[in-house]
């Protein structure tokens, strides 16, 4: 309860937001705006009278306006329909030795202002009014020691769920940057990165995440900067198989060396394996093995079934990794029952025994099958089949249960090893 008071109060009490009415002129856009940037050091580059002139406000505009993804075409469109209607959440602050406006929040919205401002023609002269003065909010922190932290998260709490939404891995950026300026709040200015449950649970709080869906962001944004920083050919299309990656409990730590503790990395082997299977093949031409989301499991189960020649055939890109999977699939009846086992293992350790309310003998009954299948794991196939009898006679016990659904769950465990035996 404390965790969740303090994570609540982090930031409560230390700054304020004033309504305000800004001309157009008085806005400049923010070169740390989140949507283009994916790394830490673009923050704070530029100073308050660069951020100013027109050489970084042009270039700025330029990258809001040409990339489609911002859709900022769409705005101009919509504004020259309806005229400027304020929709809340446009966050500027002002910039000290200047008369203007940082816009934190809103940058879509000035860019397209300005474009028709610049672009008048054939705009209704009632639009062109709807945007001489642009009613804004103006943020005030009153603790300096906070006004990062503060800033991220006020901006990115609208961005993370707002009309334009930040994309997969900026979203996980965000997520880095405010998790650093906690850590930075609560350890000092020179803290290195390291996982810390406490701070994490704050940024979760702030955004309305989950403990576990945060640190994963976190594991996410590590593991894409180590890959820029070694100079892979990474980008933001790579989201979903870095995740796949650090979250599979097969091959993150074996495999890829990902360190889920602390660091929330890979070492040097998990990133070369990373990159040679799902970013640029060992050939240097082509499709890396991994090109496509749905063929990870695939790799997972040449992995856990095939050769270590067949695993190698496809880290090469030797070898399609649809080939080697049909091949592993066509191999694994002659390799016995172990993948099958492995699977009701699985299934009966993920059982939350307390939720059935049976009594005690029940609950160890099931934990004696999941030690005996355990132990199946590790002998031959002869003496498997007995220890698969002996499974048949405790499922017999387990369908006597006067709890319904240990009935049901041994009546479907009792036929899927009737079925291996035969």
């Known amino acids: 309860m404390e965790t969740d008071q303090a994570a609540a109060s982090q930031i409560a009490g230390k700054y304020e937001l004033n309504d305000i009415v800004v001309e157009p002129q008085e806005l400049l856009l923010d070169p740390s705006n989140l949507r283009f940037i994916l790394n830490e050091k ?59 406006y940082l816009v934190l929040e809103g940058n879509r919205r000035a860019c397209a202002i300005r474009y028709i401002l610049e672009h008048p023609e054939g705009v209704h002269p009632d639009v062109l009014k709807t945007i001489e003065n642009i009613a804004a909010q103006q943020l005030i922190v009153f603790d300096k020691n906070y006004e990062p932290l503060i800033e991220r998260v006020i901006v990115s709490t609208r961005n993370t769920g707002g009309v334009l939404p930040f ?24 803290v290195e990165f390291f ?32 890959l820029l920083k070694e100079r892979y050919s990474v980008n933001e299309n790579h989201y979903t198989l870095i995740a796949l990656a650090i979250s599979n409990r097969t091959l993150k730590k074996d495999y890829f060396k990902y360190d889920s503790d602390r660091s929330l990395q890979m070492e040097e082997e998990g990133l070369v394996r990373f990159n040679s299977l799902c970013i640029t093949p060992e050939t240097g031409d082509g499709d890396p093995p991994i090109h496509e989301p749905k063929q ?57 025994l307390e939720k059935y309310g049976g009594t ?11 030690s005996a299948l355990s132990l199946m794991l590790w002998r031959t196939d002869r003496e498997g089949v007995n220890v698969l009898r002996v499974l048949l006679g405790v499922c017999g016990v387990l369908s006597k249960s006067k709890n319904k659904e240990i009935r049901e769950f041994s009546k479907e ?9 035969k």
């Open 42 to 100: 673009e923050f704070g580059r530029y100073s308050n009278s660069e951020i100013a002139s027109n050489r970084v406000q042009d270039n700025i505009y330029q990258k809001l306006i040409k990339n489609k993804r911002f859709n900022v075409k769409g705005l101009v469109t919509r504004i020259k329909t309806n005229g400027w209607i304020p929709e809340g959440g446009f966050y500027i602050k002002r910039i000290s030795g200047t008369r203007k």
């Open 167 to 190: 994309s997969p891995i900026h979203t996980a950026f965000n997520a880095y940057i405010t998790y650093m300026e906690a850590l930075k709040t609560e350890y000092g200015s020179k």
């Open 195 to 226: 996982y810390d449950q406490k701070e994490a649970k704050k940024v979760a709080d702030s955004y309305g995440y989950s403990g576990k869906s945060t640190k994963k962001l976190l594991g996410i944004y590590r593991v894409f900067e180590q």
């Open 296 to 352: 990870f499991p695939k790799f997972v189960q040449i992995y856990q079934l095939g050769s270590t020649k067949q695993l190698r055939q496809v880290e090469g890109n030797n070898r399609l990794l649809e080939d080697v999977y049909r091949k592993v699939r066509a191999g694994e009846k002659e390799a016995g029952i172990l993948r099958p086992l492995e699977e009701i293992l699985y299934r009966i350790e993920n059982i939350k």
């Open 360 to 370: 005690d003998l029940e609950k160890e009954l099931v934990e004696d099958i999941c």
């Open 413 to 421: 465990i009792e036929r899927e090893v009737e079925y291996l035996i």
